[in-house]
């Protein structure tokens, strides 16, 4: 290859935003610059024959590098970026929480520290980090927490993200307080991300009735009725309040019909499922080791998850991501007879492209475009990144993955290390590469 800035892509069928065309794609200076059929003399030439190029894959839900209670997640900056880029995914989203007594601009301090020290140590082994961005929690909501807030957002950050459970954790919001939220946050171009369980459901439930030894004990302590409660009250609060939101990991048909029904009047609602909840169900918390599939919310019941799988072929789902959240086995392994000091979460990061081309059977452009839009440009919208990403057009981003379906044989990998969430699935997608702001940097063993 020369050393030029040039990268020219010949001969892909392009992924647009609403229909797959045969064109040659130019890249310059990390940048899309020109389609057509292009010759180029300077440009180092990708030969794109059969295979899809696609505008770089984002999961904007991913937990990594940091304390979930007393436990430092599996995942850092690096072997999760590792693990995007092997399978198409450019961008992560991250979160970051205040911690009572901290400042939210102190926390985000101290993460992009981290990551900046993650960038340097990749760099000094050739290795590029993907574009890693975060979601903000605040917890406390004084004058001054609101004077950060307004900073934050006037500096660019868009999202923030509020629980309806999770009390003991310290990240809890009452639905008075997640109204107020909502009602100052409409007033600037932001996405508030909600955690739908209703707390007070959850605490009603009495454990001593429960056998807390079985993993599946898990799934009767965080019931469907607690987030179905809850999205109703945050459906109810949206038409209030006029405010964007963005439903969460949603796990269940009823919640999932919800939304859709409000989604027929309003457009400032969205909501997102993770592959868990397609592809995996509360039977395997029956199986030897099922506490390690304790995640929340839980994995529900088989019918649940094939109505869900067809909901996701119906469009019901804005957005795939997967809430990436793994933990090493020997941390969801230390508990002893209490379920409840599992760990909650699976890893899932590296299977999101994977599984969910597999949701649909066969391929059609149509379905194609569709999965695009899930993985790739409702997540830009919705976090606010497009159309820098999330779409292949002049002057986007370079973020662009290249790859096939003649895969068949490539077992579904979620993780560089931990346990594998999706042990033995396999998937039709071949990566070739994966580019980062017209820079390859992931090259798929079985390019051809
Ligand atoms: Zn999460």
Not at 25 to 30: D, F, R
Not at 196 to 218: G, Q, V
Not at 386 to 407: C, H, Q, R, W
Request: with cysteine; hydrophobic share 35%.
């Amino acid at each position: 290859m020369t050393d030029s800035n040039e990268i020219l892509i010949k001969n892909g069928n392009v992924v647009f935003e609403n229909d797959v065309l045969k064109t040659d794609v130019l890249i310059k200076n990390g940048v899309i610059s020109k389609f057509g059929n292009i010759e180029s003399e300077t440009a180092n030439i990708i030969d794109a024959e059969g295979d899809y190029v696609f505008p770089g894959f984002i999961d904007m839900h991913t937990h990594l590098d940091d304390f979930i209670g007393k436990y430092y997640l599996a995942d850092t900056y690096s072997t999760a970026s590792e693990i995007a880029l092997e399978n198409g995914i450019t961008t992560l989203f991250n979160f970051i929480t205040q911690k009572k007594g901290n400042t939210l601009i102190h926390e985000l301090e101290l993460a992009l520290e981290k990551l900046e020290s993650r960038r340097i140590a990749l760099a000094e082994q050739n290795q590029d980090l993907c574009n890693i961005a975060f979601h903000l929690t605040p917890v406390t909501f004084t004058d001054e927490d609101w004077n950060d807030i307004e900073y934050l957002i006037s500096i660019g950050f868009k999202t923030f993200k509020f629980y309806t459970t999770y009390k003991f954790a310290g990240i809890y919001s009452s639905y008075e307080r997640i109204e107020e939220i909502l009602t100052r946050l409409k007033e600037y171009d932001v996405t508030t991300l909600i955690h739908c369980e209703d707390n007070d459901l959850i605490e009603s439930i009495d454990t001593e009735k429960h056998d807390l030894t079985k993993a599946f004990t898990h799934t009767l302590l965080r019931p469907s009725e607690a987030e179905i409660t809850a999205v109703k009250k945050i459906l109810s609060l949206a038409e209030k309040t006029g405010a964007k939101i963005h439903i969460v990991h949603v796990s269940t048909k009823e919640a999932a019909e919800l939304i859709y029904e409000y989604r027929k009047s309003y457009d400032n609602v969205t909501c997102e499922t993770c592959p868990q909840y397609l592809f995996l169900d509360s039977e395997k918390l029956k199986t030897p080791g099922g506490h390690r599939f304790i995640c929340s919310p839980p994995l529900r019941s088989p019918d649940n998850r094939i109505a869900m799988s067809e909901l996701a072929r119906k469009s019901y789902f804005n957005v795939f991501a997967t809430d990436h959240c793994a933990f090493q086995q020997k941390d969801k392994d230390s508990f002893s007879a209490d379920i409840r000091d599992v760990p909650n979460g699976l890893a899932g990061l590296g299977a999101l492209p994977g599984l969910i081309f597999n949701l649909y059977g066969d391929l059609n452009n149509e379905i194609i475009v569709d999965i695009s839009k899930r993985i790739s440009t409702n997540p830009a919208l919705i976090t606010g990144l497009y159309p820098m990403k999330g779409t292949i057009m002049e002057d986007s981003d370079a973020d662009i993955v290249i790859l096939n379906f003649n895969g068949e044989k490539d077992i579904v990998s979620s993780h560089s290390f931990c346990y594998e969430t999706y042990m033995g699935m396999k998937t039709k997608m071949n990566i070739k590469y994966t580019l980062l702001k017209g820079k390859i940097v992931f090259e798929g063993k079985n390019r051809t």
